[in-house]
Each structure stands twice: as structure tokens, then as C-alpha cells.
């Protein structure tokens, strides 16, 4: 009997299996997971993608098979209004401001400089949501949308502010589904 029921709920866990190059099966689960293989068959990432508190887990080996990294970041992020995220070196940042613009700025001699931005001063948006299916959206306190990366479809993506002064988004495969500037 306890055998079934670990297999039960490793089942119920699963919705999908990514083959090598990102192809997914889908398995039929409430929660999406995402798992990826490389070619000796070894998982290297999986990827709970639930709105809200989605996680993406990567392990790496080394030539002996053994796992020699593990890291585990969240998927979904919110910058409401006055909240950045930055780069690594601190030089780059990207803002959500209160006048509903989301704007990337980089540190230059004379300060920061921005670099890109949404356009959408006025708009009422105060809050830029990085979402668990890859979309990054600015969300009005009703719920309306008043921008997009029209990245969704890309499950458990990564947004990554770089110190060359650019912001991607990067699906589970390593390919980058959007970049500004």
C-alpha cells in the first residue's frame, strides 16, 4: 500500500515531462511541472510553474555524474511602485515607478540614465508582475493589464537583469524570449 501511494502522488504532481530541446508531454495535474533531461537522462531542471508561487530548480554535474550544484529560485516576482530589481553589480537596475512607468536604468558618471521604458506613464498600472508562465505584465489595482512582454507559454522562465545594462527574459531551454533594450 505505501508504495502505491508515493507512486500516487508523484503522479498527481506531474503535468508535463520536457524532453531534451524543451518538448513537454503533458502528464494531467492541477499543478504544472516541468521537468528537463539532459542526454545521459539526468534531471537538470524542474519547474513548478503555479501562479503565484511558481520555483525553478537547476542541478548541474560534474564528468563523474555526481550533482554538483543545486539552485532554487522563485519564478513569479512583483515590483510595486518605488521597488527595483538589479543587476549583480548594482550598476543596472529595473524600476517599477509610481507614475506607472516601468523603466531601466543604468549608472553612468553623471548617474543613473534610463535606458528603455514601458510608456505607460498614467496608466494607473502599479505593479509589474514577472509571472510563473514567462509573461511580465503591468497590472492596475483592478486586475487590468496595461502592458506585456507577450511571454506567455514559456513556463518557469528566468528574468535576469545583466550587468551589460539589458533585462531578458530566458525560457527553461537557455533561449532568450525577450530582451530590452
Not at 506567455?152 to 525560457?171: D, E, F, R, W
Request: charged share 10%.
Amino acid at each position: 500500500m505505501r508504495s502505491n501511494s508515493v507512486r500516487s502522488k508523484f503522479h498527481l504532481a506531474v503535468v508535463a515531462i520536457s524532453i531534451a530541446g524543451g518538448a513537454s508531454i503533458p502528464a494531467g495535474s492541477a499543478t504544472p511541472t516541468y521537468y528537463n533531461y539532459d542526454a545521459k537522462g539526468r534531471v537538470v531542471q524542474r519547474c513548478i510553474a503555479m501562479p503565484g508561487d511558481g520555483e525553478l530548480a537547476k542541478y548541474t554535474f560534474d564528468a563523474a555524474d555526481n550533482r554538483t550544484n543545486y539552485a532554487n529560485t522563485k519564478t513569479d516576482i512583483a515590483l510595486y511602485a518605488g521597488q527595483a530589481l538589479y543587476s549583480p553589480n548594482g550598476n543596472v537596475l529595473i524600476q517599477m515607478q509610481s507614475d506607472s512607468n516601468l523603466v531601466i536604468y543604468v549608472m553612468t558618471q553623471s548617474g543613473w540614465s534610463p535606458t528603455w521604458a514601458t510608456n505607460t506613464v498614467g496608466t494607473g498600472a502599479n505593479v509589474a508582475y514577472f509571472q510563473s508562465d514567462g509573461n511580465f505584465v503591468l497590472y492596475t489595482p483592478q486586475g487590468g493589464s496595461v502592458w506585456s512582454s507577450g511571454t506567455a507559454g514559456n513556463p518557469c522562465s528566468s528574468l535576469t537583469v545583466a550587468n551589460s545594462g539589458q533585462v531578458t527574459i530566458t525560457n527553461t531551454s537557455g533561449t532568450v524570449v525577450w530582451s530590452a533594450p
